[in-house]
């Protein structure tokens, strides 16, 4: 595979550190259950407490439920003692844990979004190169772990050095994300599209057959054909491809070499060579 713009893979620091926050969060529902079974507790034993103080010195006489006026305040003042500190330390505890949950919370949200800007080209809004890095692997151990079929698909955009030189910097990235919008909707939802760098892009498509993949592939060129009709630009925009599949148990990094060679040879019309 082609080096050029290539960067380092993702570290996992965040992906570990997302990971964390989400078991914080699990234990701070099991804090919030902890919490409410003292509540239960607590009125429980208050309860038990006052029928043990009410209950011996409750005096039956015809059929009347008499408590000796000695025991009200006591009995008055303890309870409202018991509740009151209660109260403060179930408020306490439930600040604290909503605290704890608002901060969790928001560092996750700004995790994922760093996370999710350092993995998208902000240009064409695709995968970027360190999420290749990132995203390939798994796709590579699951298609091992499932026996499952793995395409991967280049693409170079015809001649584009010339047109961004001729027009600018701004035609051209517009061009990209022209591209990048045609490549979007003419792959699967379940396809990965990627902006290698430059005008090189690469689409791993998961469960596919090198016969399956000409479908898309045909839905590319025909919305390139029309979006070159519509344009009314003065170039013409093309591509070449080169596509080969994963086999079970191999190195990806000779179909990638393979899909790479093989863009080489069409782009320079070469006679392949095995």
Same mark, same amino acid.
């Given at each position: 595979?082609? /080096? ?33 079974? =003292? ?7 208050? /309860?038990?407490?006052?029928? @043990? ?5 409750? =005096? ?26 209660? $109260? ?10 909503? $605290? ?8 996750? =949200?700004? +995790? ?7 993995? =998208?080209?902000?240009? /064409?809004?695709?995968? +970027? *190169? &360190? ?11 699951? @298609? +091992?772990?499932?026996?499952? &079929? ?8 015809? $001649?584009?050095?010339?047109? +961004? ?5 701004? !035609? ?15 792959? *699967? ?10 005008? !090189? ?6 469960? /596919?057959?090198?016969? !399956? %993949?000409?479908?898309?592939? &045909? &839905? ?9 009709? $519509? ?13 080969? %599949? ?14 790479? *060679? ?13």
């Amino acid at each position: 595979m082609q /080096t050029k713009d290539q960067q380092p893979a993702l570290p996992p620091t965040m992906l570990a550190r997302a990971e964390q926050i989400q078991r914080e969060i699990q234990q701070l529902s099991g804090r919030d259950l902890q919490l409410w079974s =003292i509540a239960i507790l607590v009125v429980v034993v208050l /309860t038990a407490g006052m029928l @043990a103080l009410v209950l011996p010195n409750v =005096i039956w006489a015809q059929r009347v439920i008499r408590v000796e006026h000695a025991y009200l305040p006591q009995l008055f003042f303890g309870l409202i003692s018991l509740i009151l500190l209660f $109260n403060i330390y179930l408020v306490g505890q439930k600040v604290a844990l909503n $605290n704890t949950r608002r901060s969790l919370i928001s560092e996750l =949200i700004l +995790n994922e979004r760093l996370e999710s800007l350092s993995l =998208i080209d902000p240009l /064409t809004q695709l995968f +970027n *190169r &360190r999420a290749m890095n990132e995203m390939i692997p798994r796709e590579v151990a699951r @298609a +091992n772990r499932l026996s499952s &079929r793995l395409t991967f698909l280049t693409i170079d955009l015809d $001649n584009f050095r010339a047109i +961004n030189s001729k027009y600018g910097n701004i !035609e051209g990235n517009f061009l990209l994300r022209e591209f990048a919008r045609l490549l979007t909707t003419s792959f *699967r939802g379940g396809d990965i599209v990627f902006r290698q760098g430059g005008d !090189e892009f690469l689409v791993v498509m998961p469960d /596919t057959s090198e016969p !399956e %993949s000409d479908a898309p592939i &045909r &839905r590319l060129h025909s919305a390139l054909e029309q979006w070159n009709i $519509n344009s009314g630009k003065s170039y013409q925009l093309g591509f070449n491809s080169g596509i080969a %599949s994963y086999v079970t148990g191999s190195q990806v990094e000779d179909v990638l070499r393979a899909v790479d *060679r093989q863009l080489y040879q069409k782009k320079h019309n070469l006679v392949p060579v095995f």
